[in-house]
């Protein structure tokens, strides 16, 4: 039977994080812990402490970018070796930007609790979320700069695509949609063309309580709405179309074969 010890990174990170702080020789580094989280690092989940490397990395965001070499800084300032931060991001810095949306959806629901909800029409609650996600977003401008510049490289454009869609599949699913059929998927299309074209507006609005951005945002919204009327009316319409087209295309065709048979019979004759 082979005995030979596992290497940390065969353990989850949970596995891994406490049996780094149960060596006598991380001891020392449990003051950082102590004074970035005020808890002891044994007592922190996962998700936890990729919160709090995202912490840590974002007030120098604003000056160094993000970068895989931020993300292991942040793990030995709170106190982990450097190596672990893999264990924790394991898609590299893709994984810690997607945290970081992550990160600020989750606030944003927990923020959303608060909101008198049975009062709002859907179209407003979906305004609300987004105001929401831009408040709290707010002393984090130049990291969703970053953020915007890294995903619309060529070879993020996927997983972009994927944390924008989360983004709104989270605000669609708070504000109660519960379609199953296409229009689940169209909504969520649409929200998020909306969130990043109003995104763009809103990293450069320096405009009071961002009405900038709030103004564009409801025009957003508001076309959306004609865009929904529209497309209700043209899914009865359609149809119709689509069937007169058929009959008629059917038409042309039998009308078609009898003049070949016409013809056809014609030259039987001679």
């Known amino acids: 039977m082979n005995t030979t010890p596992k290497s940390p990174q ?22 950082n812990w102590d004074r970035v989280t005020g808890r002891s690092a044994e007592n922190l989940s996962a998700l936890e402490i990729k919160d709090k490397v ?5 007030p120098k965001v604003s000056s160094h970018g993000w970068h895989w070499g931020g993300a292991e800084a942040a793990m030995v300032e709170l106190g982990m070796d450097e190596k672990l931060a893999i264990a924790y991001f394991p898609g590299g810095i893709v994984d810690v930007l997607s945290h970081f949306s992550d990160k600020i959806d989750r606030t ?15 179209k407003d609650r979906i305004r609300a979320a987004i105001l929401k996600r831009y408040q709290i977003l707010e002393p984090y401008r130049d990291a ?3 953020s915007l510049s890294f995903w619309t490289m060529p070879n993020h454009l ?15 699913n708070w504000a109660g949609d519960r379609a199953t059929d296409w229009s689940r998927y169209s909504k969520r299309v649409t929200l998020a063309s909306i969130l990043l074209a109003t995104t763009m507006v809103w990293i450069t609005d320096r405009s ?21 009327k529209a497309m209700g ?38």
């Open 54 to 58: 995202i912490e840590v990395m974002l």
């Open 158 to 172: 996927g997983q972009g695509q994927r944390v924008l869609w989360r983004t709104a599949d989270r605000m669609w």
């Open 144 to 146: 969703v700069r970053f």
């Open 208 to 228: 009071e309580n961002a009405m900038v951005s709030a103004a564009f945002l409801d025009r957003r919204l508001d076309n959306t709405a004609d865009f929904g």
């Open 108 to 122: 944003m629901l927990k923020s959303l609790e608060k909101i008198p909800y049975d009062s709002l029409r859907s």
């Open 10 to 31: 065969h353990f989850s990170p949970d596995v891994q994080h406490n049996m780094q702080h149960n060596d006598p020789s991380q001891k020392s580094s449990t003051a």
């Open 233 to 270: 009316a043209a899914k009865s319409i359609i149809p119709n179309i689509f069937r007169q087209t058929l009959r008629g295309q059917g038409n042309r065709e039998q009308s078609s074969r009898e003049q070949t048979e016409r013809g056809q019979s014609s030259q039987n004759r001679f």
